[in-house]
């Protein structure tokens, strides 16, 4: 079983590769098939509508999706769920015959409908709305928090 973070373009503040990067570290910790995957940015997105971008993000993800992948996205208006019911679901996604579970972060302007008619669910880790980018660290760390959780460290405190 693989678990991967898909995200789509680079980010623009240090800060934030320097926290994806630190909690990336720790993940593999406990699980070494995991995998931080940065897709490009659509090149000219300035000349495009923000439709235009969701559709060529779209295409880009559609293509690198095999048929068995277990895909959740990150999106404002899925389920919520507090860290220990996080790592429960984790550890009952850890369980499925998947091949690899994907978690996407989508672009600025969020997905494209077709991904979100390929994904298997939708995981919102607020009811605020976050940047594409400062969203990275944000589920990073909580990732590690339920894999913490999972293997009984002291990272979480309830």
Do not use: C
């Not at 300035?46 to 235009?52: A, G, T, Y």
């Not at 779209?58 to 048929?67: E, T």
């Not at 990150?74 to 998947?98: C, I, N, V, W």
């Not at 077709?114 to 298997?120: L, S, T």
Request: aromatic share 12%.
């Amino acid at each position: 079983m693989r678990i991967e973070t898909w995200v789509i373009g680079d980010t623009t503040f240090d800060f934030i590769e320097t926290g994806t990067d630190l909690y990336h570290k720790r993940i593999l910790g406990f699980l070494p098939s995991y995998d931080w995957v940065v897709l490009p940015a659509i090149k000219n997105a300035k000349s495009l509508s923000e439709d235009q971008i969701k559709q060529k993000e779209a295409d880009l993800l559609l293509k690198k999706f095999d048929p068995s992948d277990f895909v959740l996205l990150l999106d404002e208006h899925g389920k919520t769920y507090t860290s220990l019911a996080f790592a429960e679901r984790l550890e009952g996604l850890l369980q499925m015959p998947h091949k690899r579970i994907i978690f996407v972060i989508g672009g600025a302007y969020g997905f494209d409908e077709r991904i979100y008619d390929r994904a298997n669910g939708k995981i919102s880790l607020s009811e605020m709305t976050f940047s594409h980018q400062i969203i990275r660290v944000i589920w990073a760390e909580q990732l590690y928090r339920a894999f913490s959780i999972l293997h009984n460290q002291p990272y979480h405190h309830e």
